[in-house]
């Protein structure tokens, strides 16, 4: 008998290899061109950093996808729920269709998505020549960013909320019911809590999204300096002008911005699930 | 508060769960709901919760339609089978919200809450988990906070689906004790829905078997054990043996039957089936016996024997010290002695699945 020590077999072989894959390509694929964007960003001096980014059309740029980004996220935030409580508490007709026309922003390429709301909303679209004898102008607006914003960033919310509504016990809404809770009190003080995790992931992925959205927007802006130019698009007017400073630096601001959501994000999760563990 | 339910009907998507039910629970009384798994129990119970709508009866609680209100409005106490506590609040947040969701004009003083929830951690003996979440009590600790939250509104009417279905045996019989108390103490009506016999007859002060859809039978432990209503009742109640007899001047007669101890009964001559429990069966050693034994086990207390006439094997539970335990070898030949039983006359065939309320063949048992 040898006494070599006993290796548990494991039902799917190939840790090693299935977890040195998955690292690699982190690294490849995620790491790297934020390490390089950051390197990049580095050679640039805080001075002339500050300058670029301090500069009025950065700042007016940075202003606009902020400020599209988050009235489209709170938008979004609230129909998202909406449409998330219709698809899981109701049985209609057409609610599968309807299920599977939430991935269509996720499926459709964001150009084709900005060519079509622009071809919808201008002066003589279907939706945008009634709009304007009403005195509303969405495209090349602010309001027009927004809306390619909002619909890019759809489907996070939805999808976020709706399998936490899913696997929400009836049996909570229904004690809340047995203990003379109205509707309005059984959602704000027993679903609500039960989703907000979710929600806020969501809403925060959502908002991410549109920071960054650029294939939408872009055609639907008008991309006038100073009124409707977004950042992504700065930047990329930067490189093709051989100003990688430039575009680096403000690729650096959205990266920071990003990077700061994902973190308040978890830190609100973890906050919002924290009686979750199982501790005593 | 009484409870009086009428003639009530109910069907999900065209299969009836509630077959017409009538059922009077006392003020003050406590009511054991029983039966087999879709015997319709607990959707009696949601009812009448107010979470579950009959399709025709009535149910008048104290002189109250309850049909009119809604499960907001009935002041009613409802323990889910998995608690259902809400996860994001402490235990004392979760004893508080029927107190706290109350509208502004009724609500209590938050100190006077706070004292409620106080005086309740204290009854239920959990007053060391007040600022605990529910993820992290064990199941019993869990149970008596779902009881808290539903007392601390001080219900009329106190409800409990499978209180202990979800807990280990020991800790059933502890709460099972406890609930005891605790009706006791708040003297509210309350109605249980358990599938545990040994649960509902310790609790219940009456016990309702109920059987697809409809009440088979109403009483106390020794009514249903001894005289069960109809087949249905006595095969509930562990009566699995049921052997072809003849009644004859009010005695049953089988080949190797022996029901000399059971009392004559005043049935009419004819074919019935008798139902027997394995442990009030006794073989007793008969060289001539219709039955021998198949194969006998002990579990040290108990013999568990299968006796066979060559078409059928029947089980018997003796006691290993009984006398009649002696000389029980395989291939020993028996004869069967009732010592208590159920006779039910012979149906005249297999019934049709009922579409509207018939009976099983209810003549008297013994």
Known sequence: MSHRPIKPKRVLPGFSLSLGTTLLYVALVILLPVIALVLKGAEIGPGQFWSIVTAPRTLSALRVTVTAALVATIFNAFYGLLMAWVLTRYEFPGKRILDALMDVPFALPTAVAGISLTALYSANGWFGAPLQAAGIELVYTLGGVMLAMAFTSTPFVVRAIQPVLEDLDP????????????????????????????????????????????????????????????????????????????????????????????????????RAARHLEASA | ?????????????????????????????????????????????????????????????????????????????????????????????????????????????????????????????????????????????????????????????????????????AVRRDLRAWLRNVHEETGSTTIFVTHDQEEAFELADRVVVMGDGRIEQIGNADQ??????????????????????????????????????????????????LFLRPADITPVADPHGRWHVARCDSNGAALRIDLTDGATTIPVDLPRRAPEARGLERGARVLLRAEAGALFAAPRRAQPAPAVRTEYPKEKAV
């Not at chain 1, 100003?243 to 700061?260: E, M, N, T």
């Not at chain 2, 009935?74 to 996860?87: E, K, S, T």
């Not at chain 2, 043996?241 to 005043?266: Q, S």
């Open chain 1, 171 to 270: 049996a909570l809404e229904q004690a809340a019911m047995t203990l003379g809770a109205r509707p309005f009190a059984i959602f704000r003080r027993v679903v609500l809590p039960a989703i907000l995790p979710a929600w806020l992931a969501g809403s925060t992925v959502a908002f991410a999204r549109s920071l960054g959205e650029f294939g939408a927007v872009v055609f639907i802006a008008g991309n006038l300096p100073f009124k409707t130019e977004i950042a992504a698009l700065l930047a990329y007017i930067r490189l093709e002008e051989y100003d990688y400073q430039g575009a680096a630096a403000i690729a650096l601001v959205l990266l920071a911005f990003a990077l700061i959501l994902l973190v308040v994000s978890n830190l609100l999760q973890f």
């Open chain 2, 224 to 273: 249903i054990h001894d005289h069960p209503a109809s087949p249905f009742v006595a095969r509930f109640m562990g009566a699995t043996v049921e052997l072809p007899v003849t009644l004859h001047a009010g005695r049953a007669e089988a080949a190797g039957l022996d029901a000399g101890r059971l009392p004559r009964r005043a049935q009419p001559d004819g074919p019935a089936t």
């Open chain 2, 1 to 169: 508060m009484s409870i009086v339910i009428d003639n009530m009907t109910k069907s999900f998507g065209g299969t009836p769960v509630l077959r017409g039910i009538d059922l009077t629970v006392e003020s003050g009384e406590l009511v054991a709901l029983q039966g087999p798994s879709g015997s319709g129990k607990t959707t009696l119970l949601k009812i009448v919760a107010g979470l579950e709508w009959p399709d025709a009866g009535a149910l008048d609680v104290h002189g109250t339609d309850w049909l009119r209100l809604a499960a907001q409005d009935r002041r009613i106490g409802f323990v889910f089978q998995h608690y259902a506590l809400f996860p994001h609040m402490s235990v004392r947040d979760n004893i508080a919200f029927g107190l706290t969701v109350r509208p502004r004009a009724s609500r209590p003083g938050k100190a006077q809450i706070a004292a409620k929830v106080d005086e309740l951690l204290q009854f239920l003996q959990i007053a060391h988990l007040g600022d605990r979440y529910p993820a992290q009590l064990s199941g019993g600790q869990r149970q008596r906070v779902a009881l808290g939250r539903a007392l601390a509104i001080e219900p009329s009417v106190l409800l409990l689906d499978e209180p202990f279905g979800a807990l280990d045996a």
